[in-house]
Structure formats: structure tokens, C-alpha cells
């Protein structure tokens, strides 16, 4: 599996970005994947999930955020608006064959990852 993620960039507060995850993998239709972020100093995050349809969107960026995956495209996008300087991170996509629903959003629990895309908000 090969992901590479694109659409990071620089935005102001309150502007808009939508990252892209170009997945290489024949089972894109039934894997489970997710966007996680890191910021310099701390941990690797979980922001949102996607698995079988569903989807789960870390708490902070609930009603900002929104996932969404293009089976014809084999593509994982990410929606982000109203972003906030706290929203500066790497960005990260990530698949496995399956995750349970209730760790989507846990970095262990994923084998496959894309090299990251740099946010930035001011």
C-alpha cells in the first residue's frame, strides 16, 4: 500500500484547506483509513477516521473538519475549514486491512502511512 499525501500549504486563521491521499492499493473500497497530525514537541493525532462508510472526527475539529473518500479516485480527502493556528501539523494519511471502529483514530493501529503534508495557519 503507497499513499501520498498533497493540499497542505500555509493559510490564514479562519481559511480553508482540503489534503488529498492518493492511495495505491487494490483494496481501497474496503480498507479503513484516517488523517492523523503531529506538531512539533507532541504526539501524533487522530483527527478523523473512515471505515466501512462511517465516519469518526476528533472532538476539536468536530463541525470544522470533515473526511471523505472517493472509492473511483482511490483518493482520501480532508476538508478543513475555520482553521485555527492550533491546526499547524504535519498531516498524515494512513490505511490498514482493518482497524477496529473504536481505534480509527489510534496511530498504532495502522500499518500504512504517507510521507505527510505540511499545514501551517497564522
Known amino acids: 500500500v503507497q499513499l501520498v499525501e498533497s493540499g497542505g500549504g500555509s493559510a490564514q486563521a479562519g481559511g480553508s484547506l482540503r489534503l488529498s491521499c492518493a492511495a495505491r492499493t487494490g483494496t481501497f473500497r474496503s480498507a479503513c483509513m484516517g488523517w492523523f497530525r503531529q506538531a512539533p514537541g507532541k504526539q501524533r493525532e487522530g483527527v478523523a477516521g473512515?471505515?466501512?462508510?462511517?465516519?469518526y472526527i476528533r472532538d476539536s475539529v468536530k463541525g470544522r473538519f470533515a473526511i471523505s473518500k472517493d472509492n473511483a479516485k482511490n483518493t482520501l480527502y480532508l476538508q478543513m475549514s475555520s482553521l485555527k493556528p492550533e491546526d499547524t501539523a504535519m498531516y498524515y494519511c494512513?490505511?490498514?486491512?482493518?482497524?477496529?471502529?473504536?481505534?480509527?483514530?489510534?496511530?498504532?493501529?495502522?500499518?500504512?502511512w504517507g510521507q505527510g503534508t505540511q499545514v501551517t495557519v497564522s
Open positions: 473512515i471505515s466501512s462508510g462511517r465516519e
Open positions: 494512513a490505511a490498514d486491512f482493518y482497524v477496529h471502529p473504536s481505534s480509527l483514530l489510534e496511530p498504532g493501529d495502522y500499518d500504512y
